[in-house]
Protein backbone atom coordinates (compact mmCIF):
# COMPACT_ATOMS: atom_id res chain seq x y z
CA UNK A 1 0.00 0.00 0.00
CA UNK A 2 0.81 3.66 -0.97
CA UNK A 3 0.55 6.71 1.55
CA UNK A 4 0.98 10.70 0.15
CA UNK A 5 1.12 13.00 2.79
CA UNK A 6 0.69 16.76 1.66
CA UNK A 7 1.08 19.14 5.05
CA UNK A 8 0.75 22.43 3.19
CA UNK A 9 -3.21 22.76 2.30
CA UNK A 10 -2.50 26.63 1.11
CA UNK A 11 1.04 28.13 0.33
CA UNK A 12 1.84 32.14 -0.96
CA UNK A 13 4.96 32.91 -3.05
CA UNK A 14 5.64 35.99 -4.24
CA UNK A 15 6.17 36.31 -8.04
CA UNK A 16 9.64 35.97 -9.55
CA UNK A 17 10.33 34.09 -6.30
CA UNK A 18 11.12 29.28 -5.87
CA UNK A 19 8.36 27.70 -3.75
CA UNK A 20 9.05 24.46 -2.12
CA UNK A 21 5.98 22.48 -1.58
CA UNK A 22 6.03 19.30 0.40
CA UNK A 23 5.34 15.45 0.00
CA UNK A 24 6.22 12.76 1.88
CA UNK A 25 5.60 8.97 1.09
CA UNK A 26 5.09 5.97 2.88
CA UNK A 27 5.20 2.59 0.68
CA UNK A 28 6.78 -0.88 1.45
CA UNK A 29 7.66 -1.62 -2.77
CA UNK A 30 11.36 -1.89 -3.38
CA UNK A 31 10.31 0.01 -6.46
CA UNK A 32 8.25 3.22 -6.76
CA UNK A 33 7.66 5.95 -8.51
CA UNK A 34 6.86 9.72 -7.64
CA UNK A 35 4.99 12.52 -9.50
CA UNK A 36 3.59 15.87 -9.18
CA UNK A 37 0.82 16.61 -11.01
CA UNK A 38 -0.67 20.53 -11.23
CA UNK A 39 -4.82 21.08 -11.65
CA UNK A 40 -5.44 24.96 -12.05
CA UNK A 41 -8.93 25.98 -11.89
CA UNK A 42 -10.26 24.79 -14.96
CA UNK A 43 -9.96 21.02 -13.28
CA UNK A 44 -7.47 19.43 -16.06
CA UNK A 45 -4.43 17.23 -14.74
CA UNK A 46 -1.15 18.49 -16.20
CA UNK A 47 1.59 16.05 -15.36
CA UNK A 48 4.95 17.90 -14.10
CA UNK A 49 7.45 15.76 -13.14
CA UNK A 50 8.68 12.58 -12.68
CA UNK A 51 11.06 10.56 -9.89
CA UNK A 52 12.07 6.61 -10.30
CA UNK A 53 12.91 5.47 -6.77
CA UNK A 54 16.32 4.10 -8.15
CA UNK A 55 17.21 7.38 -10.07
CA UNK A 56 20.39 8.96 -8.83
CA UNK A 57 19.69 12.18 -9.57
CA UNK A 58 17.38 14.62 -9.11
CA UNK A 59 14.51 15.04 -11.88
CA UNK A 60 14.35 18.60 -13.80
CA UNK A 61 12.15 19.43 -15.89
CA UNK A 62 12.34 23.43 -16.98
CA UNK A 63 11.63 25.71 -13.89
CA UNK A 64 10.14 22.14 -11.88
CA UNK A 65 12.77 19.93 -9.86
CA UNK A 66 11.87 17.10 -7.67
CA UNK A 67 13.95 17.33 -4.41
CA UNK A 68 13.91 13.61 -3.54
CA UNK A 69 15.30 12.18 -0.14
CA UNK A 70 15.14 8.79 0.07
CA UNK A 71 16.00 8.47 3.50
CA UNK A 72 13.86 10.79 4.50
CA UNK A 73 10.76 9.38 1.94
CA UNK A 74 10.10 12.91 1.24
CA UNK A 75 9.74 14.14 -3.05
CA UNK A 76 8.93 18.32 -2.54
CA UNK A 77 8.52 19.85 -5.48
CA UNK A 78 10.92 23.33 -6.35
CA UNK A 79 9.40 25.24 -8.84
CA UNK A 80 11.47 28.48 -9.41
CA UNK A 81 10.84 32.20 -10.71
CA UNK A 82 7.38 31.84 -10.09
CA UNK A 83 4.67 33.10 -12.36
CA UNK A 84 0.92 34.17 -12.12
CA UNK A 85 -0.30 31.17 -13.89
CA UNK A 86 1.72 28.67 -11.31
CA UNK A 87 -1.62 29.39 -8.81
CA UNK A 88 -2.58 26.14 -8.92
CA UNK A 89 -3.64 22.85 -7.34
CA UNK A 90 -0.53 20.69 -6.68
CA UNK A 91 -1.01 16.89 -5.88
CA UNK A 92 1.78 14.47 -5.29
CA UNK A 93 1.20 11.14 -6.36
CA UNK A 94 2.84 7.38 -6.04
CA UNK A 95 3.13 4.27 -7.61
CA UNK A 96 4.51 1.28 -7.35
CA UNK A 97 4.00 -2.80 -8.22
CA UNK A 98 0.72 -1.69 -8.67
CA UNK A 99 0.59 0.28 -11.30
CA UNK A 100 -2.25 3.02 -10.30
CA UNK A 101 -1.37 6.13 -8.90
CA UNK A 102 -2.14 7.04 -4.55
CA UNK A 103 -2.09 10.86 -4.59
CA UNK A 104 -2.23 12.85 -1.70
CA UNK A 105 -4.64 15.70 -0.84
CA UNK A 106 -2.97 18.83 -2.55
CA UNK A 107 -1.39 21.87 -1.87
CA UNK A 108 -3.16 25.06 -3.17
CA UNK A 109 -0.35 27.62 -4.90
CA UNK A 110 -1.17 31.28 -4.99
CA UNK A 111 1.45 33.67 -7.00
CA UNK A 112 1.07 37.32 -6.19
CA UNK A 113 2.03 39.58 -7.96
CA UNK B 1 -0.80 14.32 -31.51
CA UNK B 2 -4.12 13.75 -29.52
CA UNK B 3 -3.92 13.28 -26.05
CA UNK B 4 -6.24 11.57 -23.94
CA UNK B 5 -10.27 12.43 -24.24
CA UNK B 6 -13.10 12.39 -22.43
CA UNK B 7 -16.46 12.59 -23.07
CA UNK B 8 -18.89 14.06 -22.17
CA UNK B 9 -17.33 17.35 -20.42
CA UNK B 10 -19.95 17.73 -18.46
CA UNK B 11 -22.91 15.16 -17.60
CA UNK B 12 -26.14 16.42 -15.63
CA UNK B 13 -28.46 12.79 -14.65
CA UNK B 14 -31.20 12.48 -12.21
CA UNK B 15 -31.04 10.50 -9.19
CA UNK B 16 -31.73 6.45 -10.88
CA UNK B 17 -30.73 7.03 -14.20
CA UNK B 18 -27.46 5.73 -15.52
CA UNK B 19 -24.61 7.52 -16.58
CA UNK B 20 -22.08 6.40 -18.90
CA UNK B 21 -18.63 7.96 -19.63
CA UNK B 22 -15.84 7.79 -22.22
CA UNK B 23 -12.23 7.56 -22.84
CA UNK B 24 -9.98 7.47 -25.49
CA UNK B 25 -6.46 7.00 -24.31
CA UNK B 26 -3.59 8.27 -26.59
CA UNK B 27 -2.61 6.92 -29.36
CA UNK B 28 -0.14 3.54 -28.87
CA UNK B 29 -1.33 3.69 -25.10
CA UNK B 30 -2.87 0.36 -24.39
CA UNK B 31 -3.55 0.72 -19.89
CA UNK B 32 -6.40 2.71 -19.21
CA UNK B 33 -7.11 4.04 -15.60
CA UNK B 34 -10.14 5.57 -13.98
CA UNK B 35 -9.93 7.56 -11.09
CA UNK B 36 -12.69 9.78 -9.34
CA UNK B 37 -11.98 13.32 -7.36
CA UNK B 38 -14.87 14.26 -4.99
CA UNK B 39 -14.86 18.04 -4.52
CA UNK B 40 -12.24 19.24 -2.47
CA UNK B 41 -10.38 16.40 -2.61
CA UNK B 42 -7.74 14.11 -3.93
CA UNK B 43 -7.70 11.98 -6.82
CA UNK B 44 -8.83 8.17 -6.03
CA UNK B 45 -7.92 5.23 -8.00
CA UNK B 46 -11.28 3.18 -9.01
CA UNK B 47 -9.79 0.55 -12.04
CA UNK B 48 -7.09 -0.18 -14.17
CA UNK B 49 -7.67 -1.91 -17.39
CA UNK B 50 -6.03 -3.43 -20.99
CA UNK B 51 -7.84 -3.96 -23.64
CA UNK B 52 -10.24 -6.55 -23.27
CA UNK B 53 -8.92 -6.87 -19.52
CA UNK B 54 -9.88 -5.76 -16.25
CA UNK B 55 -6.34 -5.55 -14.43
CA UNK B 56 -7.42 -4.26 -10.78
CA UNK B 57 -10.77 -3.18 -9.67
CA UNK B 58 -9.64 -2.50 -6.12
CA UNK B 59 -10.97 1.00 -5.68
CA UNK B 60 -14.64 0.63 -7.66
CA UNK B 61 -17.24 0.09 -5.48
CA UNK B 62 -18.83 -2.90 -4.95
CA UNK B 63 -21.93 -2.27 -6.43
CA UNK B 64 -23.94 0.37 -9.84
CA UNK B 65 -20.23 0.43 -11.31
CA UNK B 66 -18.66 -1.01 -14.16
CA UNK B 67 -15.73 -0.26 -16.30
CA UNK B 68 -14.67 -1.93 -20.23
CA UNK B 69 -11.97 -1.04 -22.84
CA UNK B 70 -13.04 -3.30 -25.90
CA UNK B 71 -11.00 -4.57 -28.70
CA UNK B 72 -12.18 -1.66 -30.62
CA UNK B 73 -13.53 1.72 -29.44
CA UNK B 74 -12.81 3.46 -26.36
CA UNK B 75 -12.85 2.55 -22.86
CA UNK B 76 -16.31 3.12 -20.85
CA UNK B 77 -17.41 3.84 -17.12
CA UNK B 78 -20.95 2.70 -16.16
CA UNK B 79 -23.03 4.17 -13.09
CA UNK B 80 -26.13 2.61 -12.94
CA UNK B 81 -28.87 4.08 -11.00
CA UNK B 82 -26.44 6.91 -9.60
CA UNK B 83 -27.56 8.74 -6.90
CA UNK B 84 -26.07 12.34 -5.16
CA UNK B 85 -22.78 11.06 -3.77
CA UNK B 86 -21.58 10.00 -7.52
CA UNK B 87 -21.07 13.84 -8.38
CA UNK B 88 -17.33 14.04 -8.81
CA UNK B 89 -15.23 14.69 -11.21
CA UNK B 90 -14.34 11.59 -13.17
CA UNK B 91 -10.80 11.13 -14.55
CA UNK B 92 -9.19 8.80 -17.37
CA UNK B 93 -5.19 8.40 -17.46
CA UNK B 94 -3.70 6.58 -19.86
CA UNK B 95 0.13 4.96 -20.26
CA UNK B 96 2.51 3.49 -22.74
CA UNK B 97 4.47 1.02 -20.77
CA UNK B 98 4.35 -1.70 -18.10
CA UNK B 99 7.19 -1.13 -15.63
CA UNK B 100 10.04 0.98 -15.34
CA UNK B 101 9.23 4.98 -15.80
CA UNK B 102 5.30 5.44 -16.79
CA UNK B 103 3.87 8.79 -16.70
CA UNK B 104 -0.29 8.52 -16.67
CA UNK B 105 -1.58 11.06 -18.79
CA UNK B 106 -4.80 12.45 -17.67
CA UNK B 107 -7.94 13.53 -19.90
CA UNK B 108 -9.52 16.47 -18.80
CA UNK B 109 -12.51 14.83 -16.92
CA UNK B 110 -16.18 14.30 -17.16
CA UNK B 111 -18.14 16.34 -14.17
CA UNK B 112 -21.10 13.98 -13.54
CA UNK B 113 -24.16 16.13 -11.19
CA UNK B 114 -26.75 14.51 -10.01
CA UNK B 115 -29.70 16.15 -9.44
Known amino acids: AQKITQTQPGMFVQEKEAVTLDCTYD???????LFWYKQPSSGEMIFLIY??????QNATEGRYSLNFQKARKSANLVISASQLGDSAMYFC??????????FGSGTQLTVLP | NAGVMQNPRHLVRRRGQEARLRCSPM?????VYWYRQLPEEGLKFMVY????????ESGMPKERFSAEFPKEGPSILRIQQVVRGDSAAYFC?????????????FGPGTRLTVT
Open chain 1, 93 to 102: ASSGSARQLT
Open chain 1, 27 to 33: TSDPSYG
Open chain 1, 51 to 56: QGSYDQ
Open chain 2, 27 to 31: KGHSH
Open chain 2, 49 to 56: LQKENIID
Open chain 2, 93 to 105: ASSLRTSGSYEQY
